[in-house]
């Protein structure tokens, strides 16, 4: 949900199509910067101090200590680069200003959502000849990285993680209610028939989502696109809403059907995105919808046992759209000068990049991570080739530690995959208007939906048009 993920990815798996990408055409009265400057030849062997964004917080102590040796370990191996980290992370409220101000560092991630209105702003700098030139860069997926480049085809910036929508669940609970956990649900009959036999023979919640937070709005619509509707259409000043749709009100009927006629959500109908996966992880929940990355938050941060932790293909309806997904872009200061930005690249390359194209990054990367007690070899959409990435997969499978059979049917669905990205003006306002309507058709029975929704999409239409 533009929920500002930061992590890596190289590119997608080669047939895996990112299509539908809206360009916003909003604008905050910054005056656009150039970015040419970025794409002129530098000095790799110039001193050259850089500013990199999203040092991890005083209280994420194992995650500050790592970066902090990254970062090390990148200084002994570029003695001529000098890094110096900050804390400050992407805030589109604040970010032009900032900008013109001089104030922003020289590399930061930004999310898929943003980037084409940054291109279109020249708020992002100009990196086409450093990623044709580079042997890392050059090799990430085009049908993927397209998201970064502009209509004439230039590069602004680098793909680093890329995520799908998934149904999580519980595999514990799927053997307690007599279900095969490796055969999850695939269809919304299949989730609400799943729901209804892991309420009835466990008493735990079959189906829920979050509903608050705008974390309803986002998991609605990307219910939504599985049930034939975008949420937008058309790019910049010609956006038009399109909330009232069947796709919208088929996945409400769906959240009615599981609470009201099967009684099978539980009873707690105002979640956030946090309390979910608290219930996740506490075994109290069967089938929820969430990023696919949710393994970290509800296994190594809250508990629930790794084999328990099942991951599925984001179910479908009939005449899919595709899946909703996302991910993270390195953003590259157009402020910036050339031997800035090339050695922004190479920080770029070495913590996000290296691992999936370097044997001997892959392997010193998982042997860190498995001395950490973190997780090696979890599902992900991979930005290399697929041919690429199973060469990775072969370097790190000494070291996997997370039971991979249990995210066989997620990961076979990834190569044929159409990624469908957010909404891409105003989503973040678009989720906050469903969260109530998603929140009224799980507390109120006769809940209209249909009025609901179009009242919702007056109001983000009026949003969307006030720019």
């Given at each position: 949900?533009?929920?500002?993920?930061?992590?890596?990815?190289?590119?997608?798996?080669?047939?895996?199509?990112?299509?539908?990408?809206?360009?916003?055409?909003?604008?905050?009265?910054?005056?656009?910067?150039?970015?040419?400057?970025?794409?002129?030849?530098?000095?790799?062997?110039?001193?050259?101090?850089?500013?990199?964004?999203?040092?991890?917080?005083?209280?994420?102590?194992?995650?500050?200590?790592?970066?902090?040796?990254?970062?090390?370990?990148?200084?002994?191996?570029?003695?001529?680069?000098?890094?110096?980290?900050?804390?400050?992370?992407?805030?589109?409220?604040?970010?032009?200003?900032?900008?013109?101000?001089?104030?922003?560092?020289?590399?930061?991630?930004?999310?898929?959502?943003?980037?084409?209105?940054?291109?279109?702003?020249?708020?992002?700098?100009?990196?086409?000849?450093?990623?044709?030139?580079?042997?890392?860069?050059?090799?990430?997926?085009?049908?993927?990285?397209?998201?970064?480049?502009?209509?004439?085809?230039?590069?602004?910036?680098?793909?680093?993680?890329?995520?799908?929508?998934?149904?999580?669940?519980?595999?514990?609970?799927?053997?307690?209610?007599?279900?095969?956990?490796?055969?999850?649900?695939?269809?919304?009959?299949?989730?609400?028939?799943?729901?209804?036999?892991?309420?009835?023979?466990?008493?735990?919640?079959?189906?829920?989502?979050?509903?608050?937070?705008?974390?309803?709005?986002?998991?609605?619509?990307?219910?939504?696109?599985?049930?034939?509707?975008?949420?937008?259409?058309?790019?910049?000043?010609?956006?038009?809403?399109?909330?009232?749709?069947?796709?919208?009100?088929?996945?409400?009927?769906?959240?009615?059907?599981?609470?009201?006629?099967?009684?099978?959500?539980?009873?707690?109908?105002?979640?956030?995105?946090?309390?979910?996966?608290?219930?996740?992880?506490?075994g109290a929940v069967g089938q929820s919808l969430n990023g696919a990355n949710l393994y970290n938050s509800?296994?190594?941060?809250?508990?629930?046992?790794?084999?328990?932790?099942?991951?599925?293909?984001?179910?479908?309806?009939?005449?899919?759209?595709?899946?909703?997904?996302?991910?993270?872009?390195?953003?590259?200061?157009?402020?910036?000068?050339?031997?800035?930005?090339?050695?922004?690249l190479e920080w770029t390359k070495y913590y996000f990049l290296d691992r999936y194209v370097d044997e001997?990054?892959?392997?010193?990367?998982?042997?860190?991570?498995?001395?950490?007690?973190?997780?090696?070899?979890?599902?992900?959409?991979?930005?290399?080739?697929?041919?690429?990435?199973?060469?990775?997969?072969?370097?790190?499978?000494?070291?996997?530690?997370?039971?991979?059979?249990?995210?066989?049917?997620?990961?076979?669905?990834?190569?044929?995959?159409?990624?469908?990205?957010?909404?891409?003006?105003?989503a973040q306002e678009l989720y906050a208007a469903l969260d109530p309507v998603v929140q009224a058709v799980?507390?109120?029975?006769?809940?209209?939906?249909?009025?609901?929704?179009?009242?919702?999409?007056?109001?983000?239409?009026?949003?969307?048009?006030?720019?």
């Open positions: 949900m533009s929920e500002r993920r930061w992590s890596r990815v190289g590119g997608m798996v080669s047939s895996v199509a990112l299509v539908g990408l809206m360009v916003s055409g909003c604008s905050d009265g910054a005056a656009p910067q150039t970015g040419t400057q970025a794409a002129a030849t530098c000095d790799p062997d110039a001193d050259v101090t850089i500013t990199v964004g999203e040092r991890p917080t005083s209280d994420q102590a194992a995650t500050l200590e790592a970066w902090e040796d990254a970062i090390a370990a990148f200084e002994e191996l570029h003695p001529n680069i000098t890094i110096e980290d900050e804390e400050t992370k992407y805030d589109v409220s604040t970010f032009s200003a900032l900008l013109v101000g001089g104030t922003l560092p020289t590399t930061l991630q930004v999310p898929f959502t943003d980037i084409q209105s940054l291109i279109e702003r020249g708020q992002a700098a100009d990196i086409t000849s450093n990623v044709e030139n580079d042997d890392v860069l050059s090799q990430l997926n085009p049908q993927l990285t397209s998201v970064t480049q502009d209509a004439d085809g230039h590069t602004h910036g680098v793909v680093r993680a890329a995520y799908t929508m998934g149904l999580v669940y519980d595999r514990a609970l799927f053997s307690k209610a007599g279900l095969d956990p490796d055969a999850p649900p695939a269809t919304w009959d299949e989730v609400r028939d799943a729901a209804a036999t892991i309420s009835e023979k466990t008493g735990e919640a079959g189906f829920i989502i979050p509903t608050t937070g705008n974390v309803g709005g986002w998991l609605l619509t990307s219910m939504a696109y599985s049930n034939g509707d975008v949420a937008e259409e058309g790019t910049g000043d010609a956006t038009t809403v399109t909330l009232d749709t069947p796709g919208m009100r088929d996945s409400l009927q769906l959240l009615h059907d599981v609470r009201w006629d099967l009684d099978a959500a539980g009873d707690d109908f105002l979640h956030d995105n946090n309390t979910i996966r608290d219930d996740l992880a506490a509800v296994v190594i941060a809250r508990g629930m046992p790794a084999e328990d932790f099942g991951l599925a293909p984001f179910p479908e309806g009939d005449d899919a759209v595709g899946v909703l997904g996302g991910g993270n872009i390195q953003w590259f200061n157009p402020k910036a000068t050339p031997d800035q930005v090339c050695a922004a001997e990054a892959a392997v010193t990367w998982a042997k860190s991570q498995v001395a950490d007690d973190l997780p090696v070899g979890l599902p992900e959409v991979p930005v290399v080739s697929a041919e690429q990435y199973e060469t990775y997969l072969g370097w790190i499978e000494p070291y996997v530690n997370v039971p991979r059979e249990n995210y066989q049917a997620y990961i076979d669905s990834l190569p044929d995959a159409t990624i469908v990205p957010e909404p891409a003006v105003k799980l507390t109120r029975e006769d809940a209209d939906a249909a009025e609901l929704l179009r009242s919702a999409q007056s109001q983000v239409q009026d949003l969307v048009d006030a720019g």
